[in-house]
């Protein structure tokens, strides 16, 4: 009798193994087919959020124009020094109120001046360091995208990739560095 039901456990114990084999490897098949989807694109650089640090998310189809591409890819703003791309960033700047807090010329109103070369947030002296201050936010009053937007991953909320850069451009004429050193 005991017998029997030892050979029945043991019976259960090597279907049961068998199942979670076949899990495994239906995950592991899904993780293969992932990498490979997003081995495709071009690999993007490491954003971090201004508040902790942690992975931001942005959807690489949100990097949409030449520019945006270059700056996913390799971190570095290629509107900074080109005169019409940095125009239209302060027309931007106007565009989505930044003025309102940081002033017509960015020199500092209710929210602190941008042109450097001192920030609070040391890495704003880089673009991609400001990049991510403007797209998430700060704890310390800046809300993501400037507006302190429910979703600032959402492509239809506030300014785009493009957009952003093109501020930065114009905001990096008031210093002294290009920021992609
Ligand atoms: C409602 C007011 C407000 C608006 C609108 C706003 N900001 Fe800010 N911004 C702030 C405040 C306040 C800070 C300081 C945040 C802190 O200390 O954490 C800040 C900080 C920043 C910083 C970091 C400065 C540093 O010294 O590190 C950048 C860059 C910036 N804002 C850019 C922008 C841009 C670009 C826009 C428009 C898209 C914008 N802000 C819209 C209030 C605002």
């Not at 500092?108 to 890495?123: E, N, V």
Request: hydrophobic content about 30%; aromatic content about 6%; overall charge negative.
């Amino acid at each position: 009798m005991q017998k029997i039901q030892l050979t029945f456990i043991a019976a259960l114990l090597a279907l049961g193994l068998t199942a979670c084999g076949k899990n495994n490897g239906t995950d592991s098949t899904a993780g293969d087919s992932a990498k490979a989807q997003s081995g495709s694109d071009a690999k993007m650089v490491e954003f971090v959020t201004t508040q902790d640090g942690k992975p931001l998310e942005i959807n690489a189809a949100q990097f949409d124009t030449p520019a945006a591409k270059e700056f996913m890819t390799t971190g570095k703003n290629p509107y900074v020094g080109n005169e019409e791309a940095s125009q239209k960033g302060k027309k931007l700047f106007q565009l989505y109120s930044c003025t309102q807090c940081h002033g017509g010329d960015a020199q500092g109103q209710t929210g602190p001046s941008l042109h450097g070369p001192d920030y609070k947030y040391a890495k704003d002296a880089t673009n991609k360091g400001m990049f991510e201050t403007i797209w998430h936010g700060t704890n310390g009053g800046m809300g993501a995208k400037g507006k302190g937007l429910m979703d600032p991953t959402d492509p239809n909320n506030g300014l785009s990739v493009d957009e952003a850069l093109k501020i930065i451009a114009w905001i990096r004429t008031h210093g002294t560095t290009t920021g992609n050193e």
